[in-house]
């Protein structure tokens, strides 16, 4: 059998492996196709919650400030006794 028959049997063998392989292939990429819709159902709620909590953030922020000017009180009142 001459070198190049034998190149073409080994390259059938091949493709024959690779056609076995892309269903399993065609599943799993249909898989994470499904997975990425649902992603992108989710990213705007997500967007949503994330907005409003960046709009609570300046009241935390100063509620935070008023907590450290009483402890900072507090401290001074413990200090002076």
């Known amino acids: 059998m001459s070198q190049e028959a034998k190149l073409l049997i080994q390259e ?27 992603e992108t159902k989710i990213l705007p709620q997500e967007t949503k919650m994330l907005i409003q909590e960046a709009k ?13 000017k009483i402890l900072i009180q507090e401290t001074k009142l413990l200090y002076l006794k």
């Open 56 to 68: 609570l953030l300046p009241q935390e922020t100063k509620l935070l400030i008023q907590e450290a």
């Open 12 to 38: 059938t063998k091949i493709l024959s492996q690779e056609a076995k392989i892309l269903p399993q292939e065609a599943k799993i990429l249909f898989q994470e196709t499904k997975l990425l819709f649902q």
